[in-house]
């Protein structure tokens, strides 16, 4: 069965603008969780949503959000872009919330200037 | 990774063995989880403890001691393509958040 499926794969952006995200779970998947990765601080969780409902967030600023639709695909934004928030976007899916068993998706690597 | 620690670097020999370890909180946390991420590739799920003891999964085992709140991942006869970042990650209690280590990046030599 198909993977994890995030796009864009890569995108640049510029300072304050603001970009989403879009993952598409494995069929029948129906948590989703969102991580950020850089080289310094690893990978940090930023939110899981489960049922269209978020069900966790990390400890990230508010310019940063997502959502979960019926078919389980979910999106993320983030406004008013930094530099520092360069990184590489990774998307997790797995069948229930909790289970620690992620399957993840490729990633976005996004670029701000 | 918060409150989870583990080597930032790591370099073994092909065909030899090599252990990583992972200290983590000891209250609030339940389950442990290892990944494997290659560079440029997302992270894959290696293996799972949530009970004391081993878990053995081919030429990769996976240990844990929860109330020393330790665990380590052994991987025996290296091979060049398990040259990678291993990542430790746990499941905490109050909301299932499954929390990541910075990871070890493992080097395998000739």
């Known amino acids: 069965k198909a993977g994890v499926t995030q796009t864009p794969r890569y995108l640049i952006k510029t300072r304050g603008q603001q970009v989403t995200l879009s993952c598409s779970p494995i069929?029948?998947?129906?948590?989703v969780s969102w991580y950020q990765q850089t080289p310094g601080q690893g990978l940090q969780f930023l939110f899981e949503?489960?049922?269209?409902?978020?069900?966790n967030k990390g400890n990230f600023p508010g310019r940063f959000s997502g959502r979960q639709f019926s078919n389980s695909r979910s999106e993320m934004n983030v406004s008013t872009l930094e530099l520092g928030d360069s990184a590489l976007y990774l998307c997790?899916?797995?069948?229930?919330?909790?289970?620690?068993?992620?399957?993840f998706g490729e990633g976005s690597r996004l670029t701000v200037l | 990774g918060q409150n989870i620690d583990q080597p930032t670097e790591m370099t073994a020999t092909e065909g030899a063995i090599v252990q990583i370890n992972c200290t983590y909180q000891?209250?609030?946390?339940?389950?442990l989880f290892w990944y494997q991420q290659h560079a440029g590739e997302a992270p894959t799920f290696l293996s799972y403890?949530?009970?004391?003891g081993l878990e053995e999964k081919g030429r990769f085992s996976s240990f844990l001691s929860r109330s020393k709140g330790y665990s380590y991942l052994l991987l025996k006869e290296l091979q060049m393509k398990d040259s990678a970042s291993y990542l430790c990650?746990?499941?905490?209690?109050?909301?299932?958040?499954?929390?990541f280590g910075k990871g070890t990046r493992l080097h395998i030599l000739p």
């Open positions: 997790a899916s797995s069948l229930t919330s909790g289970t620690g068993e992620l399957f």
């Open positions: 069929s029948g998947h129906r948590s």
């Open positions: 949503y489960f049922s269209e409902t978020q069900r």
């Open positions: 000891t209250s609030g946390f339940n389950g």
């Open positions: 403890n949530v009970l004391d």
């Open positions: 990650a746990v499941r905490r209690n109050r909301d299932d958040k499954i929390i």
